[in-house]
Nanobody
Framework: QVQLVESGGGLVQAGGSLRLSCVAS????????VAWFRQAPGNEREFVAR????????YHVDSVKGRFTISRDNAKNTAYLQMNSLKPEDTAVYYC??????????????????WGQGTQVTVSS
């Protein structure tokens, strides 16, 4: 059973930066694809970015492309989401998710077996 714990959220002004971390335990982290999702108040949870188990391939949705970067350090069992040029519309709870072992998860929530508790990101204008 994989456990995920996010950290790094907070309050930042528009144009600022934050780096979210997702620390995994309870499983071989390098066998799981990882993604970040977010959920703004009143909205459904949405996919933000994903990275393969090896880190050799990433995908970011258009709304964050060029501003956010997903990465991972398997030696530290940690995935990251570097967020630059933040906008008020980026305000949301950000969730880390890990796919089923040895799978290649995409953008859908059902492809992810393990979820963190979320970390709040608030961007003020």
């Amino acid at each position: 059973q994989v456990q995920l714990v996010e950290s790094g959220g907070g309050l930042v002004q528009a144009g600022g930066s934050l780096r979210l971390s997702c620390v995994a335990s309870g499983g071989p982290f390098n066998r799981y694809g990882v993604a970040w999702f977010r959920q703004a108040p009143g909205n459904e949870r949405e996919f933000v970015a994903r990275i393969t188990w090896s880190g050799d391939s990433t995908y970011h949705v258009d709304s964050v492309k060029g501003r956010f970067t997903i990465s991972r350090d398997n030696a530290k069992n940690t995935a990251y989401l570097q967020m630059n040029s933040l906008k008020p519309e980026d305000t949301a709870v950000y969730y880390c998710a890990a796919g089923y072992r040895d799978s290649m998860p995409g953008r859908a929530e059902y492809e992810y077996a393990y979820w963190g508790q979320g970390t709040q990101v608030t961007v003020s204008s």
